[in-house]
């Protein structure tokens, strides 16, 4: 398969350089969802109460104060 | 200013012009007398009261003739008034538990800045500036803090105003520290995660009923990196505001995902092209 050596150790940091760069996509990713994510279920039982202090009156709207 | 405190004015307000009203002419006071037989219950009476403060206010004290009924009866609503405004209280938890009243409240420019006007944003409380536009809310956004001293919370409160400037067909719901305490004790595993700003998505329907994202930027460790995200989050709520699917545009856009994500990310530049983006 390999004709040398060097064939094998160019393949092997090859495939060592692909995996280190899916790692790291992988582990940005990770970071970016954590940071910035979509409602999951566990977000879901936050969001509901969160509405319902918002039905309920316990928090209104900021209002946004400009200098006249 | 809190809900107690406007709703004491009001009611102030509403006592005095009543029994200025009590002076005037028979004739003028038709529209008092619609007011004297409002219904007894508290709320009903704040709802009645309020409207003939505007008519009754207007009228020209030097019309003579008072007519005692009309004085009478005016004593009495005065009366009824009172003691649903005296104790702060009840007006306060009253406050809580009505929308509408706290809307109001809140619609009330605060006494310690009288050079200053108080714009509503929210849709719900109505136009109150020029620049307001007439769109429907897409989403509603809360920030949670709950008070660490964290860089995040520090560039959150400077840009708030900032954010809500660039956000303002939505409203923003800004918990106090109290709330953001009580809501991260009910959901532990946020501790720490906070500031958050958690946006929900007021076109969810079906059998999901809460759609949107939310933003952990206690995570962060420096401002700058704070700033970064929390432009991300301005620049990705306006252009995404008439998405027909947010939570695949959050997936694409924001988590990186496929072939041009991992270039990006490989890039070295994921913060910067979402910035560009």
């Known amino acids: 398969m390999f004709d040398s050596f060097g064939d094998v150790l160019g393949g092997a940091v090859a495939v060592v350089a692909i995996g280190y760069l899916v790692f790291e996509i992988e582990q940005k990713r990770k970071k970016l969802r954590t940071l910035f994510n979509v409602i999951n279920a566990d977000d879901a039982v936050m969001f509901g109460q969160l509405e319902d202090m918002v039905a309920i009156g316990v928090i209104i709207p900021h209002h946004r104060t400009v200098a006249a | ?277």
């Open chain 2, 1 to 277: 200013m809190t809900a107690a405190a406007t709703r004491t004015g009001t009611s102030g307000r509403a006592k005095h012009a009543l029994s200025a009203s009590s002076k005037a002419a028979p004739e003028q006071d038709a529209a008092e007398e619609t007011a004297a037989s409002q219904p007894e219950g508290a709320d009903e009476q704040r709802e009645g009261v309020d409207e003939p403060t505007e008519t009754v206010a207007v009228q020209p004290e030097s019309v003579d003739g008072p007519t005692e009924v009309i004085a009478a009866q005016s004593e009495s609503i005065a009366e009824q008034i009172e003691p649903s405004a005296a104790p702060v209280e009840s007006v306060a938890a009253l406050g809580e538990s009505i929308p509408e009243l706290a809307e109001a409240s809140a619609a009330t420019p605060k006494a310690g800045a009288p050079e200053a006007k108080t714009v509503a944003a929210s849709p719900e409380t109505g136009p109150a500036s020029p620049d307001t536009r007439d769109e429907k809310p897409r989403f509603r956004i809360f920030v949670i803090d709950s008070g660490w001293n964290h860089p995040a919370s520090k560039v959150l409160n400077e840009n708030i105003e900032l954010i809500h400037a660039l956000t303002h067909e939505d409203p923003i719901y800004v918990l106090d520290r109290d709330q953001s305490v009580a809501l991260l004790r009910k959901n532990k595993r946020l501790i720490g995660h906070d500031p958050i700003i958690a946006v929900h998505d007021l076109t969810a329907s079906g059998f999901r009923k809460h759609l949107g994202f939310r933003l952990h930027l206690g995570l962060l460790d420096g401002e700058a990196d704070a700033l970064s995200a929390l432009k991300m989050f301005a620049r990705f709520i306006n252009t995404h505001r008439e998405s027909q699917n947010l939570e695949a545009d959050v997936r694409r856009k924001l988590h990186k995902q496929g072939m041009s994500g991992a270039i990006e990310i490989v890039g070295g530049a994921a913060h910067h092209v979402l910035m560009e983006a």
